[in-house]
């Protein structure tokens, strides 16, 4: 069964970076796609990042200013999510999930569309 483990949460001040970490196992790495979501306190779990083998399409919330960009390393079965210029509202857990990797990633990415998951890592800031 596909375990998935984050880490790289921890305490951050506002317009900080922190670098996330999915470490994936047992499975083959390339027979699933990992999405990233959060959860922040009172709100509902949020999609954040999706890459889709159909096309290459990939998504990254907040891409634009480039403050979430993902990346892999294929020799150590683990997927990033690079977050920067973090705000205080987005004090949350963050998770990373696994799914078959043949669908269309979009901004509309779901929770439901992900069948493992892991226990979640959290960003809490400073004053």
């Known amino acids: 069964e596909v375990q998935l483990v984050e880490s790289g949460g921890g305490l951050v001040q506002a317009g900080g970076s922190l670098k996330l970490s999915c470490v994936v196992s047992?499975?083959?790495?390339?027979?699933?796609?990992i999405g990233w979501f959060r959860k922040a306190p009172g709100k509902e779990r949020e999609g954040l990042s999706c890459?889709?083998?159909?096309?290459?399409?990939?998504y990254n919330k907040h891409a634009r200013k480039n403050r979430i960009t993902r990346s892999r390393d294929n020799a150590k079965n683990t997927v990033y999510l690079q977050l920067n210029n973090l705000k205080p509202e987005e004090t949350a857990v963050y998770f990373c999930?696994?799914?078959?990797?043949?669908?269309?990633?979009?901004?509309?990415?779901?929770?439901?569309?992900?069948?493992?998951w892991g226990q979640g890592t959290q960003i809490t800031f400073s004053s």
């Open positions: 999930a696994a799914r078959e990797p043949y669908y269309y990633c979009s901004e509309y990415i779901q929770t439901y569309e992900y069948d493992y």
């Open positions: 047992g499975a083959t790495f390339d027979d699933y796609s």
């Open positions: 890459i889709s083998r159909v096309d290459g399409q990939q």
